[in-house]
């Protein structure tokens, strides 16, 4: 178990732990190298917690608080975020601390009795509000929807510190160092994306209203509930979000095909080739059937252009397509290029399932539209080639 550790060199603890052992995040995402959980605990005048942890991690987690300070009472408890994984603890914590108050909105005491039938010991506060604990001033900021209604993030005045909830999180255990100048920060970053697009994406315009709302607060940490703390460059992660959110790409291409035959895959290599052919390498190529949506989704919002291929099955898309334009459309990814190939052989569907999902997300298409019938001819992939040039000439003219 990582011990708890001074995040200000004085009194400002990170008792977080790390989930190891959860598969997939809610239920969905994969956790190849785990999670953690970030709680924090000010032993100031007044003792303060900033969020718990999931439920399966809450005995080591009540050990790090008793390390940080001892049989001192726990005065405070702030919830910025309701979603289990960080509030799993809650009841357990009141239980061993009789004098404990919980903080939060009012949101917040709502999702308390709903969540865990807690409408005691609960200090309701407005946003902006401020609470003194002795050296500390904290003050709330609300920022609903990012991702939930009732979030909110906590600004310790003092020692300017943002205890940030899910905002600027990100995916992977902390393994060893908890700061973002201690751990392989290009990991974390790929991470913080994945978690962004899969988890946070879809409300982009509520992220922008946070950061501009929080844009005049002085920043020396940023401490998320997930992923490593922002201590050497704290503005680096909230600029990534901050272009994240306004759908801002880098100039490459995600390919994103399926194939049953062998017949699709060889449309995608001829527009891989073709990419190449026009001297561009930033390419990433995932099949449907094998790669996790989450990893697609990522990739799509981090580069600019999009292709996508898919065989006909039974008179429609390929289903595991069908799993990923979905996604897309949900997530409401902007301001992408899209390429699209196709490929049947008694039947049809596919391509034109493409093409109706292009139309409602409204992504321009670059051509040619390629549909092959049964194993694609030469023509087909040389308009598979041409694709992969135009694609790169867009690029490179900054429109794709």
Same mark, same amino acid.
Not at 33 to 45: F, K, M, Q, T, W
Not at 213 to 224: H, Q, S, W, Y
Not at 257 to 276: C, F, H, K, L
Not at 298 to 316: E, H, I, M, N
């Given at each position: 178990?990582?011990?708890?550790?001074?995040?200000?060199?004085?009194?400002?603890?990170?008792?977080?732990?790390?989930?190891?052992?959860?598969?997939?995040?809610?239920?969905?995402?994969?956790?190849?190298?785990?999670?953690?959980?970030?709680?924090?605990?000010?032993?100031?005048?007044?003792?303060?917690?900033?969020?718990?942890?999931?439920?399966?991690?809450?005995?080591?987690?009540?050990?790090?608080?008793?390390?940080?300070?001892?049989?001192?009472?726990?005065?405070?408890?702030?919830?910025?975020?309701?979603?289990?994984?960080?509030?799993?603890?809650?009841?357990?914590?009141?239980?061993?601390?009789?004098?404990?108050?919980?903080?939060?909105?009012?949101?917040?005491?709502?999702?308390?009795?709903?969540?865990?039938?807690?409408?005691?010991?609960?200090?309701?506060?407005?946003?902006?509000?401020?609470?003194?604990?002795?050296?500390?001033?904290?003050?709330?900021?609300?920022?609903?929807?990012?991702?939930?209604?009732?979030?909110?993030?906590?600004?310790?005045?003092?020692?300017?510190?943002?205890?940030?909830?899910?905002?600027?999180?990100?995916?992977?255990?902390?393994?060893?160092?908890?700061?973002?100048?201690?751990?392989?920060?290009?990991?974390?970053?790929?991470?913080?994306?994945?978690?962004?697009?899969?988890?946070? %994406?879809?409300? /982009?315009?509520?992220?922008?209203? @946070?950061?501009?709302?929080?844009?005049? &607060?002085?920043?020396? !940490? $940023?401490?998320?509930?997930?992923?490593?703390?922002?201590?050497?460059?704290?503005?680096?992660?909230?600029?990534?979000?901050?272009?994240?959110?306004?759908?801002?790409?880098?100039?490459?291409?995600?390919?994103?095909?399926?194939?049953?035959?062998?017949?699709?895959?060889?449309?995608?290599?001829a527009v891989a080739q073709g990419i190449q052919e026009?001297?561009?390498?930033?390419?990433?190529?995932?099949?449907?059937?094998?790669?996790?949506?989450?990893?697609?989704?990522?990739?799509?919002?981090?580069?600019?252009?999009?292709?996508?291929?898919?065989?006909?099955?039974?008179?429609?898309?390929?289903?595991?397509?069908?799993?990923?334009?979905?996604?897309?459309?949900?997530?409401?990814?902007?301001?992408?290029?899209?390429?699209?190939?196709?490929?049947?052989?008694?039947?049809? %569907?596919?391509? /034109?399932?493409?093409?109706?999902? @292009?139309?409602?997300?409204?992504?321009? &298409?670059?051509?040619? !539209? $390629?549909?092959?019938?049964?194993?694609?001819?030469?023509?087909?992939?040389?308009?598979?080639?041409?694709?992969?040039?135009?694609?790169?000439?867009?690029?490179?003219?900054?429109?794709?």
């Amino acid at each position: 178990m990582n011990e708890p550790k001074l995040i200000n060199g004085r009194d400002i603890y990170w008792i977080g732990v790390n989930d190891r052992e959860t598969d997939l995040f809610e239920g969905l995402w994969p956790l190849p190298r785990g999670v953690s959980y970030n709680s924090y605990l000010i032993a100031d005048e007044k003792t303060v917690l900033l969020d718990t942890v999931k439920g399966n991690s809450a005995i080591p987690f009540t050990e790090k608080v008793r390390l940080v300070i001892g049989e001192r009472p726990l005065d405070y408890l702030v919830v910025n975020h309701m979603e289990p994984d960080h509030s799993g603890a809650l009841k357990l914590m009141l239980e061993l601390h009789p004098r404990l108050q919980l903080v939060g909105n009012a949101k917040t005491a709502r999702f308390l009795a709903d969540f865990y039938g807690i409408t005691e010991r609960i200090q309701v506060v407005e946003d902006g509000e401020t609470l003194r604990t002795g050296r500390h001033e904290l003050q709330f900021h609300f920022v609903p929807m990012v991702h939930w209604p009732e979030t909110m993030v906590t600004h310790d005045r003092t020692d300017r510190v943002l205890f940030s909830m899910d905002a600027f999180g990100g995916f992977g255990a902390l393994d060893g160092g908890i700061f973002d100048d201690e751990v392989d920060i290009d990991y974390y970053e790929d991470e913080s994306l994945r978690y962004f697009s899969n988890i946070v %994406g879809k409300y /982009s315009a509520m992220v922008q209203k @946070a950061i501009q709302k929080l844009g005049g &607060l002085e920043l020396a !940490v $940023v401490a998320p509930t997930h992923g490593p703390i922002w201590r050497k460059d704290p503005a680096r992660i909230v600029g990534l979000y901050d272009r994240w959110s306004r759908h801002v790409a880098e100039p490459g291409v995600v390919i994103a095909y399926g194939s049953m035959y062998g017949n699709t895959e060889r449309m995608m290599d001829a527009v891989a080739q073709g990419i190449q052919e026009a001297g561009f390498g930033k390419v990433r190529i995932h099949n449907v059937s094998r790669s996790h949506l989450s990893y697609i989704l990522r990739d799509a919002w981090r580069f600019s252009s999009v292709v996508l291929g898919s065989p006909a099955y039974d008179q429609d898309i390929f289903p595991p397509m069908e799993s990923l334009l979905r996604l897309l459309a949900a997530k409401k990814l902007r301001n992408r290029t899209l390429g699209i190939f196709g490929n049947f052989a008694w039947s049809g %569907g596919a391509v /034109s399932r493409l093409q109706a999902f @292009a139309e409602e997300v409204a992504w321009p &298409l670059a051509g040619p !539209v $390629v549909e092959a019938k049964c194993a694609p001819k030469p023509a087909d992939l040389e308009g598979c080639r041409k694709l992969g040039r135009e694609l790169v000439g867009r690029i490179r003219a900054g429109g794709g």
